[in-house]
Each structure stands twice: as C-alpha cells, then as structure tokens.
Nanobody
Framework: QVQLVESGGGLVQPGGSLRLSCAAS????????MGWYRQAPGKQRELVAA???????TYVDSVKGRFTISRDNAKNTVYLQMNSLKPEDTAVYYC???????????????WGQGTQVTVSS
C-alpha cells in the first residue's frame, strides 16, 4: 500500500525558514529516489529537489543554495529544509518518488495531500 504524508508547511515571512517532512511507505522509499515537488496556483507541478537512494541530490535552479533535501532511511522519511524563502516559493509541496509513481513502469499514479507553504509579509 502506498503512503505519502507531507507535513511542516505554514505561513512564513520572506527570508524565513521551514522544514518539510514526508513519511513514505517502505515499498517506495527503499527502492526509489525521492523528490519534492510543488504546485503554485495556475501553474503546473514542478520538481524542486530530488535525492537518490545513495544520497545524490539535484535541485531546480531557483532553489539552489536555499533548499536542502535529505533522507532518513531508518525512518522512511524525506525532508526539505527551506531557507531564505521568497514569495515565489508559495505553493503546495508534495513528495513522491523521482520520477513520480505515475511515470514508473508498473506503478499507478499517486500523490499525497501535500502541505501548503505560504511566504508573505
């Protein structure tokens, strides 16, 4: 059974920080790279950061130097530390495998409820 539960979002002022967490079911977390994605109003969902099973990371250019993705293999949890937040970071943030489950052969598309991040003064 697939489980992706995001948490940690909220309202923060520009320049502030948040740490997002995602608890994933073991049948996903232990096998796949994991990613954080976001979807702003009126925009398509985009990849923000990804981390391989061995710890290799990749980031979209707009968050490089500000966001850090990490994973705790013992807890089946992936994190996104977000610093120096900007209003344009406002979005619903989701975690999923990388690529997302819907693009993995043999897997059905699935997304959790996401967590809202709002950056505003």
């Amino acid at each position: 059974q697939v489980q992706l539960v995001e948490s940690g979002g909220g309202l923060v002022q520009p320049g502030g920080s948040l740490r997002l967490s995602c608890a994933a079911s073991g049948n996903i977390f232990s096998i796949y790279a994991m990613g954080w994605y976001r979807q702003a109003p009126g925009k398509q969902r985009e990849l923000v950061a990804a981390i391989g099973t061995g710890g290799t990371t990749t980031y979209v250019d707009s968050v490089k130097g500000r966001f850090t993705i990490s994973r705790d293999n013992a807890k089946n949890t992936v994190y996104l530390q977000m610093n120096s937040l900007k209003p344009e970071d406002t979005a619903v943030y989701y975690c999923n495998s990388y690529p997302p489950l819907g693009r993995v052969p043999g897997r059905s598309d699935y997304w959790g409820q996401g967590t809202q991040v709002t950056v505003s003064s």
